[in-house]
């Protein structure tokens, strides 16, 4: 099954690829990795923004993660990165905008993690780091980034 029948599959959509909020660009290839800059959580155009512990849900910190992830394979489709030419979801970091005492950013980034998983199957598993910080860029509650290995 193509990873584009898998989306269709699992009824999703991708969103239209963000534009870079700063002096970067999306993704970048090289030596056989796609190296894809920290993605935002828009959620019907919408950022979803506030801190993990004051005014953001757990639940709603796991969807903006998974919004994360969309917004990834989003941006690789928008450099024309056919979504088949992933080997392998190498590494994900996911920053949590988060109190001093919220201490479940694992939890939170499995919204991402498990979407990688869903779309690639076993080569959606992955290194992951999930760090609390407090601030993000436009208040984003969560930013993720992404290395990911490409076929051919």
Sequence with gaps: MTVEARLEKLGIVLPEAAAPVASYVPVVVQGGF?????????????????????????????????????????????????LDRVERIVKLGAFVNSTPDFTDQPKVANGASDLMFDVFGENGRHARAAVGVPALPLGAAVEVDAIIALAG
């Design 34 to 82: 796609a190296h894809v800059s920290g993605q935002l959580p828009f959620v019907d155009g919408n950022l979803v923004t506030g801190r993990l512990g004051e005014d953001v849900s757990l639940d709603d910190g796991m969807a903006a993660a998974r919004a994360c992830g969309l917004m990834i394979l989003a941006q690789l489709k928008a450099a024309l990165i056919p």
